[in-house]
């Protein structure tokens, strides 16, 4: 069992940078690839980024790569997505996702969840 809280979202003029944390409880952390994905009203939710359960892999979402970055620090059981460059596009709630795959890049692949954070870039 894996319990997911994320933090740092908040409001951001375009441009800006936010960086979302995900603390994640359990002696386990390590084994579970970890993701994040977005959801903004009306739309379904998306895949942003994710990362392989030792940090070796990673990938993004087309409309994501080159500003955001996932990492992850075991010791400290936490995933974290460095956003620079925001826009207002990039407005929504995000999620962190935990699963046993090598890789989580479907929201329907995610064992766990957290609760979201709340993103919002003004223009």
């Known amino acids: 069992q894996v319990q997911l809280v994320e933090s740092g979202g908040g409001l951001v003029q375009a441009g800006g940078s936010l960086r979302l944390s995900c603390a994640a409880s359990g002696r386990t952390f390590s084994s579970y690839a970890m993701g994040w994905f977005r959801q903004a009203p009306g739309k379904d939710r998306e895949f942003v980024a994710t990362i392989s359960w030792r940090g070796g892999s990673t990938y993004y979402a087309d409309s994501v790569k080159g500003r955001f970055t996932i990492s992850r620090d075991n010791a400290k059981n936490t995933v974290y997505l460095q956003m620079n460059s925001l826009k207002p596009e990039d407005t929504a709630v995000y999620y962190c996702?935990?699963?046993?795959?090598?890789?989580?890049?479907?929201?329907?692949?995610?064992?766990?969840w957290g609760q979201g954070t709340q993103v919002t870039v003004s223009s």
């Open positions: 996702a935990a699963d046993q795959r090598p890789l989580v890049t479907s929201a329907a692949m995610a064992d766990y």
